[in-house]
Each structure stands twice: as structure tokens, then as C-alpha cells.
């Protein structure tokens, strides 16, 4: 993955705008259906980004890419041809716009510098709009809000993190005081999804970013402490929601969390039903191969909320297989990037991979396809193609 390389100024202005849609896309999504009310409207308009982009050239492709890409489309046609579903449809279209843009963002240099301004721009000019309409949006849908803000909250706080670096402390400290706000209306107001991706990306940025092996260790014995606390962790939560009544805090997400416990003893909102629901009634065929694209869908009326889960029921043991050595490849890339470099993972994997990890579909989510792309582009031995 090339940071600030070298390219014509409008392919870097280009390919850094494709990436602040892609890891904004709540915000553009929000934003372009108020004012352009139709169906996949931010596909759209990532369509024509992705045209304006081959057009500034300077577009290398990894072969697995396109022997990637040609497997999915045979396996969508394989999948059709058996029976045509609207979702099926619905995930070969959000593929073409969501799936190819990702893949295309990460066959281009990305301008770090530039991809900060635009998102903490639209971050900034969001939360104007929203504070001229007193939050409205928050009583309306607490988990779209959530995914919605939380991306522009972690590319500021990167931000700040690298104006410290510079000796920047008064730019640093201002933009602090408004991320804080933001963050404390966002966390106030936000699904659960919301805390683990903001968990994951301080363990990521402590981890990647800093050089004291102190803080390493440190956030690596967190990780096993928090993972212990989730063995007693309705004991934990009760006494937490009790704390938070008492100093009357609210926070939805909490509030959720409890009225699950108190309800059916689970906080997995029945996800652990639909990740029972993956393995059931499998022959040989759909274990190897898996039961086919959108299949589980079909069968269950819902998606299985889990990425691995999902890849599963798709494609069965090959697709994890090939999701695994990916994972491997973007494991690696990021042990060799430099700092810079290093935020885009961070974001990449803080805000769409732990999503996915918990909800939504990877067919429709753009960072997903940006880390496939970037984990074929760091693998070595392949051959890279210029196609324009």
C-alpha cells in the first residue's frame, strides 16, 4: 500500500475522497438520501467516484484480485441460476458499487493528509447540522447514528494524535474539546457495537502506534482482563447500570444491555440463535463449499450478523480458508507499514471489520473490500497488473 505516492494531483485529491466515502459512508449515506431520496443512492454515487478515478489512471491490480473477482461473480451467477431471490440481487448490486470501490481504493496511493481534512470536514459540518436541528436523529435510530458518527470521531482523534507529535498542542487541544463533546453525545446515544469498536481501536492504536514496550504490555494484559470480565459479566453490568443510576447518567446502550438480562438472560440480542442457525442441517457439499450466496438468507429471513459466520454459510470451509490467509496478509502489511500507514488500518479495522464482526453484511461494506484489496497488494509474490 503506497501512502502519498506519487500520482497526478487530481488522482491523489481522487483516490483520498474515495476513501473519506468509504469510511464515512453513514454520514455520505444520511446526507445524500435527504437530498437525493432514492434506492442505493450512495452506490451511486461511489460508481461514479470509482469512473472519475480509473479515469486519473495510474491503476495496478493484482492478479488474485481479478481471479477473486471472477470467482464471486461466477458464484453469484451459480447462485442465480438456482433460484433468483431479491436479496440475492440486492447483494450482486451492492457488490458491483460497494464491493468494486473498496477493491479500487486500494489499488491507488492514499494522501493520509488528505483523507484526514475531508473526513473531519464532513465530521465537522454533520455535527453543525445536527445541533441546528437539537439532535433530532439520535431519538430516531440509535444504531445508524452510532456507525454514523463514531468513524469521523476516530480519524479526529488520530488527528490530534499526530498534531502532538508535532508539537502542535493548541490546534491539538481544541480539536480534543470538540471530539469530546462529540464523543460524549455519541456514546450516550449509540448501539453496543459502538464501545467495541472504540475498545478495538484504542487496543490498535496503543499497540501500533506506540514505541514504549510498557504500553504494549499493557494493552495486551487489558485484553486478557477484559476478556476474563466477560465470564461475570452480568454481575459486572448491574453493578455498573446501579453506578450510572445513582449519579443519573443514562446511556442506551447500557440500558439495553440490562433489559436483555432482566428479559432472556442473553445480551446476544438473539445472535447466538442465528450462529446455531449456520451449522444446522449442513451436508458434506454445503460444509466444504458452503450452502451458496444469500442461501441463509433465504432460509432464515435474516443475515448471520458475523462476518466469519457469513463467509461460512456462503462459501463454506474454502471461504474461511481464503478469509483466513487474507487476514494473515493484512496481519503482516501492517507489521511493515509506517505510521501513517498504520491509520488506515487502525480506522479500517476499529470501525468496518469489528461491524461486521457484530452486524451488517460484507457484501455491502466498502472498508471490507478495501482491506481484501490491500492484503492481495502486500502479498509479494504475486504479479501486479497495470490496467490503465
Not at 62 to 79: A, E, K, P, R, S
Not at 330 to 345: C, F, H, L, Q, S
Request: charged share 15%; with cysteine.
Amino acid at each position: 500500500m503506497n501512502i502519498n505516492g506519487k500520482q497526478t494531483n487530481m488522482g491523489t485529491v481522487l483516490s483520498a475522497f474515495l476513501f473519506c466515502v468509504i469510511l464515512l459512508e453513514g454520514i455520505f449515506n444520511t446526507l445524500l438520501t435527504t437530498i437525493i431520496p432514492i434506492n442505493n443512492v450512495l452506490g451511486v454515487a461511489l460508481l461514479t467516484i470509482c469512473v472519475l478515478v480509473i479515469l486519473s489512471g495510474n491503476i495496478v491490480v493484482d492478479q488474485n484480485v481479478i481471479i477473486l473477482l471472477f470467482c464471486i461473480y461466477c458464484g453469484f451467477v451459480i447462485t442465480i441460476f438456482r433460484e433468483l431471490t431479491a436479496t440475492k440481487m440486492e447483494y450482486l448490486i451492492y457488490f458491483f458499487s460497494f464491493g468494486l470501490a473498496g477493491i479500487l481504493c486500494s489499488c491507488k496511493s492514499i494522501d493520509v493528509n488528505r483523507v484526514f481534512c475531508y473526513s473531519i470536514s464532513m465530521t465537522i459540518l454533520v455535527t453543525i447540522i445536527f445541533i441546528a436541528r437539537d439532535w433530532y436523529i439520535i431519538d430516531l435510530d440509535y444504531f445508524s447514528f452510532g456507525y454514523m458518527m463514531i468513524p469521523g470521531i476516530l480519524c479526529i482523534l488520530l488527528y490530534i494524535y499526530e498534531l502532538a507529535c508535532k508539537g502542535e498542542f493548541f490546534k491539538a487541544a481544541m480539536l480534543g474539546l470538540f471530539d469530546c463533546y462529540l464523543l460524549k453525545i455519541t456514546l450516550s446515544n449509540c448501539g453496543r457495537g459502538i464501545y467495541v469498536c472504540v475498545g478495538v481501536f484504542v487496543f490498535l492504536s496503543c499497540l501500533l502506534l506506540s514505541k514504549h514496550k510498557s504500553v504494549k504490555i499493557f494493552c495486551w494484559c487489558s485484553a486478557a482482563a477484559g476478556t476474563l470480565m466477560l465470564f461475570n459479566i452480568s454481575k459486572i453490568l448491574f453493578s455498573f447500570q446501579n453506578f450510572m443510576l445513582e449519579n443519573n447518567i443514562h446511556v442506551y446502550a447500557l440500558e439495553k444491555t440490562m433489559r436483555l438480562l432482566l428479559r432472556t438472560g442473553d445480551i446476544s440480542n438473539g445472535r447466538s440463535q442465528l450462529y446455531a442457525q449456520v451449522i444446522s442441517g449442513l451436508d458434506l457439499g454445503q460444509v466444504l463449499f458452503g450452502r451458496g450466496i444469500g442461501e441463509y438468507e433465504k432460509l432464515y429471513g435474516i443475515y448471520t450478523h458475523n462476518l466469519f459466520l457469513s463467509v461460512f454459510s456462503d462459501f463454506g470451509i474454502l471461504g474461511i480458508l481464503i478469509l483466513t490467509i487474507l487476514c494473515i496478509s493484512v496481519g503482516k502489511a501492517i507489521m511493515r507499514a509506517d505510521k501513517k500507514e498504520r491509520y488506515i488500518y487502525i480506522l479500517l479495522l476499529s470501525v468496518c471489520f469489528t461491524k461486521l464482526m457484530l452486524s451488517s453484511v460484507y457484501w455491502k461494506s466498502s472498508g471490507f473490500w478495501v482491506l481484501i484489496g490491500l492484503a492481495f497488494r502486500n502479498v509479494k509474490w504475486t504479479k501486479k497488473i497495470k490496467i490503465i
